[in-house]
């Protein structure tokens, strides 16, 4: 007998295949150098249909806030059969959000630990800005004060986001990316061993 999470994530699967693309949720506010993240395997591109580019985005979209496990899971399964076009259609929709704290996250920051996912790469910028206590701890700027686009505690469910000058930067640093490495026939592609857990 199936286990009830492969239930759900089969009733999750079919769902996404027979619905449109959801509108996205606005996300809940609490009351240069690219570095690996895991081992980077190759993957074959897989191309995708207009169907499979609408659940694409409909999956993008709906990753904000505190997103469901088993939700999270299938959208991952879509990203994972197209990295390539999951790429493709993130890109040209990158902006700075708002510094702030966050209860889950904000859909940009799902974006962008998206692109961390499938390539493997995380970009840091440095910042001129004074970081709080908190921002200073789960950003983790390095020795030239580059931080990360966003940083989470995981325990928590909380998101700090960067300042904007570093969001800024490191956007760019995606496109200029995108521009060279991207319009491979191949694409990195991370794994990890607890899949539940690949958006950290």
Sequence with gaps: MNPPHLLVRAALALALLAAPAAA????????SSATPADTAVRTVLVSSTPHEDSLLVGALARM????????????WDLFRAHPQRTVDL??????????????????????VRVLQRLTGLEFRAPI??????????????????????????????????APAEAQKAILAMWRAWWETAAKKP???????????????
Excluded: C
Aim: charged residues 30%; glycine residues 6%; proline residues 10%.
């Design 186 to 200: 191949v694409l990195p592609m991370v794994r990890h061993e607890d899949d539940r857990k690949w958006w950290y």
């Design 64 to 75: 904000v806030g505190v997103v469901p496990g088993s939700d999270t899971l299938v959208a």
């Design 90 to 111: 993130i890109l040209p929709t990158l902006r700075p959000v708002k510094r702030d704290l966050y209860l889950g996250a904000p859909n940009m920051v799902w974006r």
């Design 24 to 31: 996205a949720r606005k996300p809940a506010k609490p009351a």
């Design 128 to 161: 001129r800005a004074r970081l709080n206590p908190d921002e200073q701890r789960y950003l983790d700027p390095d020795s030239s004060h580059r931080v990360r686009f966003a940083g989470e505690n995981r325990d928590l469910g909380m998101t700090w986001t």
